[in-house]
């Protein structure tokens, strides 16, 4: 079945640092979507991306496609305290099932 | 609050007992999801409805159960309760194929 593998599983990052977390699927994606979950708290969605190659920016975030639709990157330039939680990356297969990966927790250092 | 609701929120219960988890969903979401997390893991799909039908089911152990209603509530039911089964239970609800919205979790505990 479609598994979603993602990178690295732990992220210590000082503040200020940029810092990148990948996101790779066995299979071709129909999308992928991100998600981030705070210490002590719930998912929360934050973007999804349907193209090839599809380029999405939100802030300091830029989430990125990849060109054969299996692989994706969140990238995360001048971290702040705020940053802290798990990313999660979520593959949406043909069957239209999501399959979340592992998740990359971030802690910052001040 | 993201729109889904989820109680309760915590829930302490000794091992061989049966426990009832309930979701209301986002108005408008025909979709309900359950999850799985236990302390530092990632998320573990249970099992998702559609419209009060059973669309797909992931790693769900045969203790446990889940029902969506007509007003599109769902429940999950975890019966002969183990140690192991402590853990967050997140229920999410989707429209289309977009993102997931999630509720804030009931946090298991079994004793």
């Known amino acids: 079945g479609q598994q979603v593998m993602q990178i690295p599983q732990y992220q210590h990052v000082q503040e200020g640092e940029d810092f990148t977390t990948y996101c790779n699927s066995s299979?071709?994606?129909?999308?992928i979507q991100w998600y981030k979950q705070r210490p002590g708290g719930h998912p929360v969605f934050l973007i999804q991306?349907?193209?090839?190659?599809e380029v999405k920016k939100q802030k300091r975030l830029t989430f990125q496609f990849g060109e054969a639709k299996k692989n994706s990157s969140l990238h995360i330039t001048a971290t702040q305290t705020t940053d802290v939680g798990t990313y999660f990356c979520?593959?949406?297969?043909?069957?239209?099932?999501?399959?979340f990966g592992a998740g990359t927790t971030v802690t910052v250092r001040a | 609050d993201s729109g889904v609701t989820q109680t309760p929120k915590h829930l302490i219960t000794a091992t061989g007992q049966r426990v009832t988890l309930r979701c209301s969903p986002r108005?408008?979401?025909?979709?309900v999801y359950w999850y799985q997390q236990s302390l530092d893991q990632g998320l573990q799909f249970l099992i998702q409805y559609y419209n009060g039908e059973e669309r797909a089911k992931g790693n769900i152990l045969e203790r446990f159960s889940a029902q969506q209603f007509p007003d599109l509530h769902s429940e999950l039911n975890l019966s002969s309760l183990e140690l192991g089964d402590s853990a967050l239970y997140f229920c999410a609800s989707s429209v289309g194929s977009g993102g997931y919205t999630f509720g804030s979790g009931t946090r298991l505990t079994v004793v």
């Open positions: 979520a593959g949406r297969s043909n069957d239209y099932k999501l399959s």
């Open positions: 299979t071709t994606l129909s999308n």
């Open positions: 108005s408008g979401d025909l979709s």
């Open positions: 991306l349907v193209k090839s190659g």
